[in-house]
């Protein structure tokens, strides 16, 4: 594995992109250009925050209480959750939300995007821990560009001879003023898996608000979304292509008590995610020798 230095040499962009090593011992990527700043962990290639020029607050939520260490993923920011989404259909032992978030990932590009923006590409180092829990020749890469805009692109890339089908998700988690006084649109007529005391199909009516635990994976979208956040002043606008599932999730005081790093005692009110995903009806069959991209781009508009 590369170190920070032979990183910074190889791919660093002098007063754009640098690569520092955590007290973890985990290596993070800091970009910082004209339009915006940001950062991301190679493990996982977790992007943890992101604050474009026009946001005096970060537009991505990042928990007080996260923590860098090896093998374990970070609370916040945005996971990426690869190849299955949620539990696994059959092997409780395995990672809820799959493997890539918590292994390395190396670096494979970086660059200056036309406008200004900066480009960074990552790639997930195969082991015989992840072959282990997936038998698959394939290659994942993450492409973030970072600018005014946010935009993340997951690459699968089928490199063997059989068919295989993955679950995934853009795990993102939003700065917002407070959960009692944001709402989502974007998702009205959309059915949705309603996970909690349960799992029953429901299908929505108008915009999303919130006055409990809200964790539903809406199928068969490929809506925008945006949240509305009159307190911050702005709406974060939440595009994708190649997802055809929205996952909408706040724990709520009870769950954010018992998972313990959601910054107590009231981390959980200042953050949504709005997931971009592929799961349930819509996990996605990769052909051999096909890939499939799901993208994301975010914007913060001032209200
Ligand atoms: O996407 C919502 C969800 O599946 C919730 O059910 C909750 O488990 C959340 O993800 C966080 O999961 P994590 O494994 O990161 O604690």
Known sequence: MNTAQQLNTQFGIAGQLSFREDASGLIVAEISNAQATASLCLQGAHLMTWKPGNQSVPVIWLSRDAKLAAGKSIRGGAPVCWPWFGAHASESGFPGHGFARTVPWQVVESGNEPGGATR????????????????????????????????????????????????????????????????????????????????????????????????????????????????????????????????????????????????????????????????????????????HTLIVEYRAEVI
């Not at 997930?124 to 992840?130: G, I, N, P, Q, Y």
């Not at 997936?134 to 492409?143: A, G, S, V």
């Not at 995934?168 to 988690?173: D, K």
């Not at 068969?220 to 055809?244: F, P």
């Open 120 to 291: 960074l590409t990552l790639r997930l180092v195969a082991s015989e821990k992840t072959r282990a829990q997936w038998p698959h020749d394939c290659t994942l890469n993450l492409t973030v560009v970072v600018g005014e805009t946010l935009r993340m692109e997951l690459a699968t890339e089928n490199t063997g001879v059989t068919d295989f089908v993955i679950g995934e998700a853009l795990h993102t988690y939003f700065r917002i003023g407070d959960i009692g006084a944001v709402r989502v649109r974007g998702l009205a007529g959309c059915d949705y898996w309603d996970k909690v005391g349960g799992s029953a199909l429901k299908t929505q009516a108008g915009a999303i608000s919130f006055s409990g635990e809200t964790d539903r994976v809406y199928i068969n979208t490929a809506a925008e979304c945006v949240i509305e956040d009159d307190q911050l002043k702005r709406r974060i606008h939440v595009a994708k292509s190649g997802s055809l599932s929205t996952v909408v999730w706040t724990p709520w005081v009870e769950k954010a008590d018992k998972m313990g790093d959601m910054g107590q005692p009231d981390g959980w009110r200042e953050m949504v995610c709005v997931e971009s995903v592929n799961a349930i009806e819509n996990v996605v069959k990769v052909a051999a020798g096909a890939r």
